[in-house]
């Protein structure tokens, strides 16, 4: 009579799914993917959890829902916070509250970009370059929805050079806002009139000039006068 394997029991579906968005989180909170990154791929993710694909899928779609997680057509997906408080956030500011929003998004967009200047790294450097190309293509392309994500995108990217967690998580956490407003100033339609160059607050940061970049970033960044 052959020998008797015992073998573990196999975790329900549910419970398998359960762990692995803890362990997404733990990579999350531990800084191995830190806000404004691009998280692995579904294949990569499968062989390093060791987890079958649908409960990647499964897991990841529980983060997106709660505001961790973000996926980008056509770029993979990010992470765009580590507090699923910033969806609540996010929403206050959006409502009749433009103004508000450009004023958050300056205070920490320019000391970002400051910061990105002082610390950026090569890895930082070559995430810019694709980020800054996606916008360019976008507007290039006339893809309104396509180029408020990119710009978005640009603008996280900038931000997570700046390698200064809190920062990044305060950031995030008006992501949603962030895009509405550069929708409503967009319109329909990209026209000339409304285009705003990046490549020099890019440069800047290449050059790792702090104070240039300080000033490009806030160039485009003037909240419009109250009443």
């Known amino acids: 009579m052959p020998p008797i394997v015992e073998t573990a029991p196999v975790p329900p579906r549910g419970q ?31 062989t390093a959890l060791g987890v079958g694909r649908n409960t990647i899928r499964e897991a990841i779609r529980a983060l997106v829902h709660a505001g961790v997680l973000e996926r980008r057509q056509g770029s993979g997906t990010y992470v765009v916070s ?26 920490l967009e ?15 450097l070559a995430a810019l ?49 962030m895009r509405s407003t550069v929708a409503a100033t967009m319109g329909e339609a990209l026209v000339p009139e409304r285009y705003v160059d990046h490549s020099r607050l890019v440069a800047a940061i290449r050059a790792g000039d702090p104070e240039r970049a300080a000033i490009e970033a806030g160039v485009f960044l003037e909240p419009p006068p109250r009443p």
């Open 129 to 177: 370059s694709d980020a800054l190309a996606a916008r360019e293509a976008a507007w290039r392309g006339g893809r309104v929805n396509e180029f408020v994500v990119a710009d978005a995108a640009l603008h996280t990217t900038v931000v997570a050079a700046a390698h200064n967690g809190m920062l990044a998580e305060l950031h995030a956490s008006i992501g949603t806002a």
């Open 82 to 107: 580590v507090d699923e408080l910033a969806p609540v956030v996010a929403r206050q500011l959006t409502d009749d509250r433009m103004t508000e929003v450009v004023e958050v998004r300056r205070a």
């Open 110 to 124: 320019v000391e970002a970009a400051r910061l990105a200047a002082l610390r950026r790294t090569p890895g930082d």
């Open 16 to 46: 398998r799914v359960q762990e692995t968005i803890v362990q997404l989180r733990a990579r999350i909170l531990g800084g191995e993917w830190p806000v404004g990154s691009r998280i692995p791929t579904e294949p990569q993710l499968v």
